[in-house]
């Protein structure tokens, strides 16, 4: 058995540290990020609270989900955007839309969570498949599931609509305001992310997330201890899709419409990339990794332009990233960082020889 399994099957049933001491070992700069987050709205524009924070939010959440499962479970599956898109589908058919002969038009408040518990439902049932293999065919099962419901939904009429999809799909008004418009979107898109990271932190320290630790480590020694390892791996799974869901419900509500295209394999595809270049190991990690994927978006093509290229081949700088983020720093992102903190802890004086 490996150390780190063994410290994580002797963790399992260690006490949760308490608010305070939460707080009390949050890093200064997690607090300035935050305090810069909160007054954002101050001094950007509409188009990059909109656009560039409030994509980053929700392609954050849907990696955040992929991270929590190959992080701490060792499964990477490519089936978190098909249930993100399949809760989004489920927000216009239950509620209200533009496409009203497919929509019910149920109330916001029995559309959500039902949209949510009907995602979460089918990703516990692929994650129940999935559990019951290990590697690449993990991979390969997800990603035919996601294929599958990516045809199924372009050629279905009766429930989705098939290649026009759902229209007019936008949020319910609470307290007032128009949470479509920038401002109450960013902060309700930054909300839904600050909650989906902290869940996965508590979970991460709970007894469960310490066992799936040791789960992905040494299954068979979890096993030999008494822990359900295939119940644990499907629990995860579960826990996933409901972050995935909450995800694919934002992304269909700052898009105000869905379709078959926002479940299509290169969308299943970048939530892979934008999680492995963040970082796996740490939730910050798909956050930063889907900040810079929707700033390449965003900009490249412009850039691109400029030097007189296509538009189009912005794909091939964020395929050129990845390969680079894979080939240098498996930890994407948060590896660089973390290495170059490193090199700079053991920098020496070249005349003293003392610590810089």
């Known amino acids: 058995m490996t150390t780190t399994s063994t410290a994580s099957a002797e963790r399992a049933a260690a006490p949760m540290p308490g608010v305070a001491g939460v707080i009390a070992r949050t890093p200064p700069a997690a607090w300035v990020v935050a305090f810069v987050l909160l007054v954002m709205p101050l001094v950007a524009n509409n188009f990059v609270l909109f656009q560039i924070f409030g994509w ?31 809760a989004g589908y489920m927000v216009g058919i239950l509620g209200v839309s533009g496409t009203t002969q497919v929509s019910l038009g149920l109330a916001w408040w029995i559309a959500v969570p039902a949209a949510i518990f009907i995602a979460t439902v089918f990703g516990t049932m692929v994650g129940a498949l999935a559990v019951r293999t290990e590697g690449i065919y993990t991979i390969m099962i997800t990603l035919a599931v996601g294929a599958a419901f990516f045809y199924f939904t372009r050629q279905n009429y009766t429930i989705f609509n098939g290649y026009s999809g759902l229209s007019l799909i ?35 320290r709970s007894s469960f997330g310490i066992a799936l630790q040791g789960v992905r480590d040494n299954p068979r020694r979890m096993a030999a201890l008494g822990f359900n390892v295939v119940w644990h791996r499907i629990l995860a799974y579960t826990f996933a899709s409901v972050l995935a869901s909450i995800g694919g419900i934002l992304l269909v509500w700052q898009n105000a419409q869905i379709a078959p295209g926002t479940v299509g394999i290169a969308a299943v595809i970048d939530i892979l990339v934008i999680a492995v270049i963040g970082g796996l190991r740490r939730p910050i990690g798909p956050f930063i990794g889907a900040f810079i994927y929707v700033l390449l978006s965003s900009f490249a093509p412009d850039v691109l332009q400029a030097f007189g290229l296509s538009s189009e081949r912005f794909k ?18 948060l590896g660089l960082w973390d290495r170059f903190r490193e090199r700079r802890r053991n920098a020496t004086d070249p005349l003293t020889g003392a610590p810089r």
């Open 56 to 86: 980053t939010f929700i392609l954050g959440i849907i990696a955040l989900s992929l991270m929590f499962l190959a992080g701490l479970g060792g499964m990477v599956s490519l089936a978190q955007m098909t249930i993100a898109g399949l």
């Open 316 to 333: 091939l700088l964020i395929g050129l990233g990845f390969l680079a983020v894979v080939a240098f720093s498996p930890d994407g992102v």
């Open 170 to 204: 936008v949020p319910p008004r609470l307290f007032g305001l128009d949470w479509r418009q920038p401002v109450p979107f960013y902060y309700l898109a930054l909300g839904a992310a600050a909650l989906c990271y902290g869940a996965v932190v508590y979970v991460t």
